[in-house]
């Protein structure tokens, strides 16, 4: 599966002030981590954010969300954004929660 570079870039740009982001090719697409945790991450034109659970649940209630289903088995406190609600502040908003979220776990 491709992923929307443009995106990647963007997500680049928007963590770019993080100390700790690395970056790698997975679920068919590529991840940012914070200190060896995943934070969020592209598969095709979407974004995926993780999240604790209570903000992953209250997630699915916004428009443009869903359950990060990727091998048949949903992945808990991960939701995907679909990229059409991925304007600069959209994506701004959801970059800070999944590293606020990454930030919180102990470094890998």
């Not at 914070?34 to 916004?62: C, K, P, S, T, Y």
């Not at 088995?73 to 800070?96: A, H, K, S």
Request: hydrophobic share 45%; glycine share 14%; net charge negative.
């Amino acid at each position: 599966m491709a992923f929307d570079q443009a995106l990647a870039e963007r997500i680049r740009d928007g963590l770019d002030d993080v100390d700790g982001i690395t970056d790698r090719k997975m679920f068919g697409g590529i991840t940012f981590s914070l200190h060896g945790n995943l934070a969020v991450g592209v598969m095709g034109d979407d974004l995926i954010v993780r999240l604790g659970a209570e903000a992953a649940e209250a997630a699915l209630a916004e428009p443009g969300t869903r359950v990060f289903d990727f091998t048949g088995r949903p992945m808990r406190n991960w939701i995907v954004v679909g990229g059409e609600r991925l304007d600069d502040e959209g994506l701004t908003r959801w970059l800070r929660a999944g590293v606020d979220f990454a930030g919180s776990l102990p470094p890998k």
